[in-house]
């Protein structure tokens, strides 16, 4: 019961960072401005995930004793270093497009987040 209701309260905290493009949440009159809000965004995404993997790995070790197997645990960490490293490999990618310019720390930021953002919605689909 207790973790329900830290979910529910997590998750109407992360509604309010929810939305489409986070350059464009960010608002902002110079890409100082911009950049700067993105990258807090991205701090807070990460907690969030962190947050997030932290109620996944409690769901998965209650599994793992219940079921007297060591497989969820595992397969949980195992999700989440490939997570990572897709996330830096894409979010790599998405800054290559932007050949060098002056906008790409905040395009790999941008992505970085709505990877994250997606990240955090699919741990909590299997907490308990």
């Not at 996330?87 to 790999?108: H, N």
Request: some cysteine.
């Amino acid at each position: 019961m207790r973790n329900l209701a830290a979910t529910l309260f997590l998750l109407l905290c992360l509604s309010s960072i929810v939305s489409a493009d986070p350059a464009t949440e960010c608002g902002g009159s110079s890409q100082v401005e911009v950049g700067d809000c993105v990258a807090d965004t991205l701090q807070r995404v990460n907690t969030t995930v962190d947050i997030y993997l932290g109620f996944a790995m409690s769901s998965a070790e209650e599994l793992d004793e219940v079921t007297g197997r060591k497989v969820a645990v595992p397969a949980l960490e195992a999700a989440q270093a490939t997570w990572s490293a897709y996330r830096d490999a894409q979010c790599g990618y998405v800054g290559a497009t932007f050949g060098g310019g002056s906008g790409t720390g905040i395009a790999i930021n941008s992505c970085k987040i709505e990877l994250g953002r997606n990240r955090a919605e699919e741990l909590m689909r299997y907490v308990q």
